[in-house]
């Protein structure tokens, strides 16, 4: 069984940073491929960005390049979201996914866990 704490979220002006952490129970933390998503109110949980077991390869969706770095620190067990440029629509629900397999995909149904989820608000 895998645990998954999400943090960091709150409130932020446009143009703000947040970084949100994901901490991960489990010795084998470091074989884990990661995901972040999110649900805005009334829309469907989307990928926003994922990273391979050691780092080496990352995913990022569209509305994000640029603005958002995804990282992990294994000796930690976590996952870091740093968010940058936030704008209004970046409002959400952000949630952490684990899958059991190394590498990461954009795919929600590729994750085998998943945090309870940390609120992000962008304030215009």
């Known amino acids: 069984q895998v645990q998954l704490v999400e943090s960091g979220g709150g409130l932020v002006q446009a143009g703000g940073s947040l970084r949100l952490s994901c901490a991960a129970s489990?010795?084998?933390?470091?074989?884990?491929?990661m995901g972040w998503f999110r649900q805005a109110p009334g829309k469907e949980r989307e990928f926003v960005t994922g990273i391979n077991w050691n780092g080496g390869t990352t995913l990022y969706a569209d509305s994000v390049k640029g603005r958002f770095t995804i990282s992990r620190d294994n000796a930690k067990n976590t996952v870091y979201l740093q968010m940058n440029s936030l704008k209004p629509e970046d409002t959400a629900v952000y949630y952490c996914?684990?899958?059991?397999?190394?590498?990461?995909?954009?795919?929600?149904?590729?994750?085998?866990?998943w945090g309870q989820g940390t609120k992000v608000t962008v304030s215009s």
């Open positions: 489990g010795r084998t933390f470091s074989g884990y491929g």
């Open positions: 996914a684990a899958r059991l397999t190394g590498q990461t995909t954009s795919f929600s149904r590729g994750y085998d866990y």
